[in-house]
């Protein structure tokens, strides 16, 4: 870590959407720099945090309470008004991370991407990659940023689709759905965690549990994310992803983005809008 802070230009351009413990930890002081940490449910109540760390509450202020599906994205204004109270300015680097390895950071990621901000990256491996490293750690205290900052969301169409997108993607034999959920949830065997849903998953759809692009809490090597998804995906390049609530998805948007892919949907309802008792179809097994 650095002694002194530095300035805005000291954080350095982004090597891409990863970044390690090690890049973090060498401008963790500079001027510019900002850390998110985006754990949700069970890991959000860690009680520690990188030093400096600002909550982005997915469980909270950070998903649009007044919808009725879970972690469902904001509108443009509540989401710039709840960057701004995080502090964050619009020429600010942002790096997000949760408590568990990558798993809610990844949404947090695509999220700022979805609302037009680029200077974003997720650490590799989380916190527990960062304490693994023997990197300092701060109990979390209460309050918010020392003073208001300037982002403004400027929504990219496309980053965030609905039922209907996923419908045309299921019929598109150059597009493909991917669902990170379990594979146990994907086959129907499994109980789904939220009551009044149905089992299985959408016809046509490909199982990828998010997990299986991981190795130890970290996302795997480009080459190795591209033989994974290469393997599943042929020479279908516009992908769209989901899970339970649109959490997970994004994590195989990221590993998709490492791997090389551009046209990369997340489907931001997910199972809880797409498994609700409607016309949408749902099969079961593998």
Partial sequence: MTDDAGTADDAGSLPGPL????????????????????????????????PGARRFDIDGEMSDAAGPLPHTMPGAARFTEEMRALGVDGTDTVVVYDAAGVYSSARAWWMLRAMGFDRV???????????????????VAPGGAERAGDFTARPREGMLVGSGAVVDALADPGSAVLDARSRERFAGTGAEPRPGLRRGHMPGALNLPFGDIQRDGRMLPAGELRGVLGALLGEREHLVVSCGSG?????????????????????????????RPSELPVVTGA
């Fill in 121 to 139: 990256a997720v650490l590799d491996g989380g916190l527990p990659a960062w304490t693994a490293a023997g990197l300092p750690v701060e109990e």
């Fill in 19 to 50: 970044v390690g413990a090690d890049w973090l930890a060498t401008r963790l002081a500079t001027t510019g720099l900002v850390v998110l940490d985006a754990s949700v449910g069970v890991h959000r109540e860690a009680g520690r945090r990188i």
């Fill in 247 to 275: 959490v997970t998805a994004c994590v195989l948007a990221l590993g998709a983005e490492l791997a090389g892919y551009r046209e990369v949907s997340v489907y931001d309802g997910s199972w809880s809008e797409w498994a």
